[in-house]
C-alpha cells in the first residue's frame, strides 16, 4: 500500500523535479561506464570481420542508435497514452523531453548507416525497406516536435502531441509494410546483410553499447524534462524557491 | 444516426458550390505540377510512362493538402464548430460527413481529370482506367488522414506547413499502393492486388480517423 502511494507521489513535478536531479549522476555515471566498456570490447577485443573488415565497427554505434529510435517512439507513446487517458501533466512533459534525443537517435542511425553503406555497398543511400521506413520515423520525430512547438498553450500542446503520437503508432506498423512490400516489388533485395552467426564478443559489444544509449538517452530526458519543468511551474511555490536559490 | 451524416454532407457541398473558385484552383494545381513534370525532365515518352503514376500521385498528394487546411477553419472561425459539437450527435459522425464532403469537391475531381493527365503521359487503355480507379479508391484515405492533421493544426500559426509536416509521412502506404497499382498493370502484372490494399486503407480510415479527429477537435476547442 505504502508502495503504491510512493509510485504516484512522483506523478507530481514537485515531487518528482528533485527525483529526478537525483537520479541523473546515476545514468550518467552508467552511461560512461556502459560506453567505455562497450568501445573498448566493440573498437580493441572484437574480431576483425572476415567479409567486412574493419569497417563492420560502426554498427557498435548504428544498431544501438536504430534501437532506440524505435524504441523512444514507442515509450513516447506509451505516456501519451498515459497523459491522454489520466490527464497527467508529466506524462506530456516526458514525451516532449524523449522527443529530441529520439529524433537524434534516428538522425545518427541514418548518418552511420550511411557511412557503413558506402565501403560496403559502395553507395550512401539506397531505397532499402529499413533505411526508408528508418526516414520517414525521423519524420514523425520531426512532425511531433514541429507540432508541440507551434502550439503556445502547453496542455493543448501535449494533448495535440500526444494524439499524433498514437495515431503515428498506429501508422508505423502500415507504413514498415507498405514500404517493405514497395520495395520488393520494384527490384529484387540486392542487399542482404550476411549475418554469419555473430560472435560472441561482438554480441557483448553491441548489448552494452546499447546500454549505453539506453541510460544516456534517460539521463538526457530527464535532464530535458526537469527544465521543461521548471519552466512550466515557474508560478508554483516550489518552483519560486529553487529559482530564488533555496536550492536543496 | 444517418441524418446528421447527410446533413452535413450536403450542407458543406452546399458551401463548396458557393465557393467553386477554391474547388478549381485546387484542380488547376494539380494539373499545373502534373504538366510541370515533362518540362523538368524531357518529353521522351518511354521515360514519362514509367513516371507517370509517382508524379500524378505526388501531385494528387499535393492537391488534397491544399485545400485541408480549410476543412475545419471556416467553421472554427464563425463558431460553427462549437456549435456542431455541442450537437447531441456524436463528433465522430458530424466529421465523417465533412470527409465525405471534402473527398467529393477536391479527391473526386482529381479522379475525373486524372485520365486525361494520363494521356499526356502516354499510359495505355488499362493503365488508364487502373489509375483512375486507384484515385477514387485512394483519395478517400488522403481526406480522412488529413483530418486529422486538419484538426491538430486547428488555428496555429503557420498551420498549412504544419499540416504538411504531420499528414504527408503518413500518406506515404496511400502513395505506394496507389502509384503500385498503375506501374504493376503497366508491367502486365495486374494491380488488383494494390487495389485491394488501396481499398483496405481507405476503409480503415475512414473507420478510425474520424474518431481520432473528433478527439483533436475537442482538444482543440477547449
Redesign the interface.
Known sequence: MKDRFNLYRFASPATFYPLAGRLIPWFTALAVIFGLAGLWIGMLVAPTDFQQGEGYRIIFIHVPASWMSMFIYLVMAFWAAIGLAFNTRLSGMMAQALAPTGALMAFISLWTGALWGKPMWGAWWVWDARLTSEL?LL??Y??YM??TA??DDV??AD??GG??L???V??VP??YF??K??NT??QGSSINLTKSSMATTMLWGMLLMALCFWMYSIAVALVRARSIMLERERHTDWAKALLTGDEK | MLKIVTAVISRDLKLAMRRQADIVSALFFFIIVVSLFPLGIGPEPDLLRKLAPGVLWVAALLATMLSLPRLFADDHRDGTLEQLALSPYPLGLVVTGKVIAHWLVSGLPLALIAPVLGIQFDLSVDALLVLTGAILLGTPALSGIGA?GAA??LG????GV?LS??V???Y??VL??GA?AV??TVAGLGGEGHLS?LAA?TFASLG?APW?TA??LK??L?
Open positions: 520517414i519524420f514523425l520531426i512532425g514541429a507540432l507551434a502550439i496542455r493543448r494533448k495535440a494524439l499524433m498514437l495515431v503515428g498506429v501508422n502500415i507504413i507498405s514500404v512490400w514497395w516489388l520494384h | 486529422i491538430l493544426t496555429l500559426r503557420g498551420g504544419l509536416l504531420l504527408l509521412p503518413l506515404i502506404p505506394i499502393f503500385g506501374d504493376a490494399l486503407l478510425f481520432a478527439a483533436a482538444i482543440a477547449e
